[in-house]
Nanobody, 119 residues
Framework: QVQVVESGGDLVQPGGSLSLTCTVSGRGFKFGVINWYRQAPGKSREWLGSIVRDGRVDYADAVKGRFFIPSDHPENTVYLQMSSLKPEDTAVYSC?????????????WGQGTQVTVSS
């Protein structure tokens, strides 16, 4: 059984920074791609960025330059480092994990973690 857990969400002031963690557990599991998403109340889910197993990263234009996914990370754990946060960044942040090897073609989601940007 594969489990995905996001953590690190918090209340932060505008202009502040926050780092989120996505941890994947499962027997023999190795990820192929991990995508970060967010969903604000009343809005559709928004893709933020992704990291491939070989370390390649990509970002949505909306967050490029403010959000960063480190290529150096423990096995099956990735981070989303956010800076210069704005009230409009308030949302539930989730990671979507695509498996590799025996789990190739399968997607897994976590429950999400709440980020609130407010003074």
């Amino acid at each position: 059984q594969v489990q995905v857990v996001e953590s690190g969400g918090d209340l932060v002031q505008p202009g502040g920074s926050l780092s989120l963690t996505c941890t994947v557990s499962g027997r023999g599991f190795k990820f192929g791609v991990i995508n970060w998403y967010r969903q604000a109340p009343g809005k559709s889910r928004e893709w933020l960025g992704s990291i491939v197993r070989d370390g390649r990263v990509d970002y949505a234009d909306a967050v490029k330059g403010r959000f960063f996914i480190p290529s150096d990370h423990p096995e099956n754990t990735v981070y989303l480092q956010m800076s210069s946060l704005k009230p409009e960044d308030t949302a539930v942040y989730s990671c979507n994990v695509r498996g590799s090897g025996n789990y190739r073609g399968r997607d897994f989601w976590g429950q999400g973690t709440q980020v609130t940007v407010s003074s």
